[in-house]
């Protein structure tokens, strides 16, 4: 299976600790991706007309995308404990908290590309309101921390600590710790998987 890929994107990183988790990653070749908003990537827009990553090309020719699907598609792979619950409460539990974290993160990503604009074009009411929506789903994962695995882990478990991960790497000043201790100590017990730190982003491979 080929997937596209860059090692700074948050939701390959969350597909990557998926396929790490399950033991499937040896299963992928990684094909490097570069996007950009002014710039569509030629090829990968025959595999993804919408430019995006992740990627997955499956070995018929087959494109999945997003994330949310590749990652379960990915757990239908190996014969271990599932990152998706089969059915009942627990499984729309975890598919709204990765849903959660997947929107979070999209709040991020336009807060930073709003963030870097030279500042006469930057909109006051824009950045004021990825803020006040940042800080209310922080303080909403801080009251969910208790239920939040280390063990057993879900895939909303994996959501989450890839969005608080893009927080540190691209939005360190926001400092998303602070009054959330909770949540800050189950980040830093989780961060410390092999499939976390394997995964830090960088330029690298």
């Known amino acids: 299976m080929k997937l596209h890929y860059s090692p700074r994107s948050p939701f390959v990183r969350k597909v990557m ?8 990653a040896p299963q992928l070749t990684r094909v490097r991706s570069p ?33 949310s699907v590749i990652c379960e598609y990915l757990d239908t792979l190996h014969d271990g404990k599932r990152l998706f619950p089969a059915e009942g409460r627990e499984r729309f539990v975890a598919l709204q908290q990765q849903a959660f974290a997947d929107g979070l993160l999209d709040i991020l ?17 824009w950045l004021d309101g990825f803020a006040a929506k940042s800080a209310a789903s922080l303080d909403a994962l801080e009251k ?3 239920n939040l695995r280390l063990d057993s882990i879900q895939i909303g478990d ?18 998303w710790r602070e009054g959330r201790p909770a949540l800050a100590a189950w980040h ?11 995964t830090e982003p960088g330029d690298g491979e």
């Open 109 to 125: 990503l336009l807060w930073r590309q709003e963030r870097n604009k030279p500042e006469v074009q930057r909109r006051a009411q």
């Open 35 to 67: 996007v950009a908003m002014d710039t569509p990537n030629l090829a990968l827009m025959r595999d993804n007309p919408l430019s995006k990553l992740p990627t997955l090309v499956l070995d018929d020719g087959l494109a999945l995308f997003d994330s």
């Open 17 to 24: 600790v998926c396929a790490l988790e399950t033991g499937v």
């Open 188 to 198: 830093a017990q989780f961060a410390e998987r092999d499939s976390m730190r394997s």
């Open 158 to 175: 994996i959501a989450i600590a890839c969005v608080l991960a893009y927080y540190d790497f691209r939005l360190p000043d926001l400092q």
């Open 144 to 146: 969910l921390a208790p």
